[in-house]
């Protein structure tokens, strides 16, 4: 099971778990991405929103929900520095969780996470695929793995002033780099996932123009499965050469109250709050204090994959729905399950993607 992204910002951070920990806890293998570091020391050293460091001691709830593995690249994984990548980590090896995706050198960050799985070796790899720049590792700087992509704006010189039509590549070299990273571990594991923090944020059903084509080359460098995150709202969902893509697995456990501005009223954060209006049409439901996100972004889902030594036999999901609480629920073949899926399908056709859905059982299939 594969699950978007976490943050673990508030007190008592087991009982987000609670309403799907007995669904989390039957995964042979339990996966999920990690947004913020978790340190209590570090300056802050983004140009972005910084997301503040979470208490490290609300790791453990990741290992009492069953997680064996996290992926870390992502755009807040350095906004506590050096010392946030380095606490993180440590953390969760002391807590028998695996990492890959971050690390003090480029060569750490780039490391796969290899784990046993009912006689299968496993293998995660982990790449931030947004900026900022500052979060990427270097040789000798801590920081995320990651896929440079190039962003060329081209304007209607018909009408001034009017929108750009927007062009995105991911960059040669550090595709490369990912690929040459994705065959190596080809040849050492049984089922190869990658795992791509990429897209736009918070915009229902997008997907930027290098996104479908670079999960595309990781499956042909090798990989089984592809999931995606950041956006912080589900995206649909594909097949390629017989291998799932999961282009945004949204929120899982994601609660924060560092996006509101009543609780730091910041020249930042008010900014923040102008731009997402300008940018993305919403303001965070007060009736959701702890879950500032897109209304839409209450649909979560748990991927499903069972997996052979050729990799994934059958993928699809489980259906979740996050509660004014912040705690997702995981939903049945019932109404409330069934309206989820139909967004996930509406989302996958509205992006043009291939996936077809059947229930079965309590989980929709599409492979």
């Known amino acids: 099971m594969l699950v978007g992204d976490l943050i673990l910002d508030e007190p008592n951070p087991d009982s987000f778990f609670d309403p799907a920990r007995a669904t989390l806890r039957k995964a042979d293998l339990l996966v999920g991405h990690v947004e913020v570091p978790h340190t209590r020391r570090g300056n802050v050293v983004t140009s972005d929103i910084p997301a503040p460091p979470s ?33 993180t980590i440590a953390t969760l090896h002391q807590l028998g969780i ?82 040459a990273d994705v065959e190596k571990l080809r040849q050492e594991v049984d089922v190869l996932i990658v795992a791509l923090h990429k897209g736009i944020g918070h915009i229902p059903a997008a997907l930027a123009m290098y996104e479908r084509p670079l999960a595309k080359s990781v499956i042909d460098a090798g990989a089984d499965i592809v999931i995606g995150h950041h956006a912080h709202i589900l995206r649909g969902i ?103 899926a139909s967004y996930v399908e509406q989302i996958t056709r509205k992006a043009a993607l291939n996936a077809q859905f059947k229930w079965e059982q309590d989980w929709v299939r599409f492979l």
């Open 238 to 340: 594909e097949t390629y050469k017989d291998r799932p893509i999961y282009h945004g697995l949204g929120n899982f456990v994601t609660v924060t109250r560092a996006l509101n501005v009543e609780a730091n009223p910041s020249p930042e954060r008010l900014g923040w709050a102008r731009r997402r209006r300008e940018l993305f049409g919403f303001e965070p439901d007060p009736a959701y204090p702890t879950y500032p996100f897109h209304p839409e972004a209450r649909n979560a889902m748990i991927a499903v994959c069972e997996i052979t030594s050729q990799g994934a036999r059958k993928a699809g999901f489980i259906p979740c729905w996050v509660n004014p609480a912040g705690q997702p629920e995981v939903c049945g073949n019932d109404e409330h399950g069934r309206a989820v």
């Open 98 to 179: 695996a990492t890959t995706g971050a690390g003090m050198s480029r060569a750490e960050a780039r490391a796969p996470a290899i784990v046993a799985c009912r006689g299968l070796r496993v293998g995660i790899l982990s790449y931030n695929c947004v900026g900022p720049k500052e979060s990427w590792a270097g040789e000798r700087k801590a920081g995320c793995a990651y896929v440079h992509i190039i962003t060329h704006y081209e304007l209607d010189h018909a009408t001034p002033g009017g929108p750009p039509r927007i062009y995105t590549f991911a960059e040669p070299e550090t595709t490369e780099a990912m690929l």
């Open 55 to 87: 208490d490290p001691d609300n790791l453990a709830a990741l290992k009492r929900a069953g997680f064996q593995v996290v992926t870390l690249a992502g755009n807040h994984i350095f906004d506590a520095g050096p010392q946030g990548i380095e606490d």
